[in-house]
């Protein structure tokens, strides 16, 4: 149980497109979802929290008009990267939390390698 | 305050060797602590966590840590390594008052075959 599945796992874009990442929790669901980024041979840094139904937290330093986050609904929660540049070119990796898991934990999904040429 | 200090970011053993990745965490409160694996181009996953209950914490693959509350520390260890082992460790530390997630800057583990 508590599976999360990203898509796509990997996406090449143009400079100056925008790119839509889905994180999707399979089989519980999902009050709370959370988007990392993490950079090469780096550690995660959290970029959002997000709520289903409710406006996304970014945390200080991240554009939140160029990362738009949609939690739609307790299954779904999604991360478009607009405007996109090469500096964006990162592995996305979602997560998410349940009602019942308390701090349990967060499950991660297995990542979105995005490269913006 | 959270923070997670993974003292070591590189360590290199060999094959059939014990493994000790080390973690101090910091936290205002009760915390929960986590350990993660990532190989590389993957997700993370679970090794094991604490949540208050034994201290001596058992996961998967043969890994433990122990919660040592008067050093601040839940170093990840493994009686014998294996060649599958080699991958990134996570440390990460969780206020039980929320859901922010906490991570160490990681341990890239190598195994000598």
């Known amino acids: 149980g508590a599976v999360v599945s990203q898509h796509p796992s990997r996406v090449i874009c143009k400079s100056g497109t925008s790119v839509k990442i889905e994180c999707r929790s399979l089989?519980?669901?999902?009050?709370?979802m959370f988007w990392y980024r993490q950079f090469p041979k780096k550690s995660l840094m959290l970029m959002a929290t997000?709520?289903?139904?409710?406006?996304?937290?970014?945390e200080q330093g991240v554009e939140k008009d160029k990362f738009l986050i949609n939690h739609a609904s307790l299954t779904l929660s999604t991360l478009t990267v607009t405007s996109a540049h090469p500096e964006d070119s990162s592995f996305y990796i979602c997560?998410?939390?349940?009602?019942?898991?308390?701090?349990?934990?967060?499950?991660f999904g297995p990542g979105t390698r995005l490269t913006v040429t | 305050a959270q923070s997670v200090t993974q003292l070591d970011s590189h360590v290199s053993v060999s094959e059939g060797t014990p493994v000790l990745l080390r973690c101090n965490y910091s936290?205002?409160?009760?915390?929960?602590l986590f350990w993660y694996v990532q190989h590389p181009n993957k997700g993370l996953q679970l090794l094991l966590k604490?949540?208050?209950?034994?201290?001596l914490v058992k996961g998967i693959n043969g890994f433990e840590a122990e919660f040592k509350k008067s050093e601040t520390s839940f170093h990840l260890t493994k009686p014998s390594a294996h060649m599958s082992d080699a991958a990134e460790y996570f440390c990460?530390?969780?206020?039980?008052?929320?859901?922010?997630?906490?991570f160490g800057t990681g341990t890239s583990l190598t195994v000598i075959p």
């Open positions: 936290s205002s409160y009760s915390p929960s």
């Open positions: 997000s709520n289903e139904g409710s406006k996304a937290t970014y």
């Open positions: 990460v530390v969780s206020p039980n008052t929320g859901n922010q997630f906490y």
């Open positions: 604490y949540t208050s209950a034994a201290t």
């Open positions: 089989d519980f669901q999902a009050t709370t």
């Open positions: 997560s998410a939390r349940s009602r019942r898991s308390g701090n349990e934990g967060q499950y």
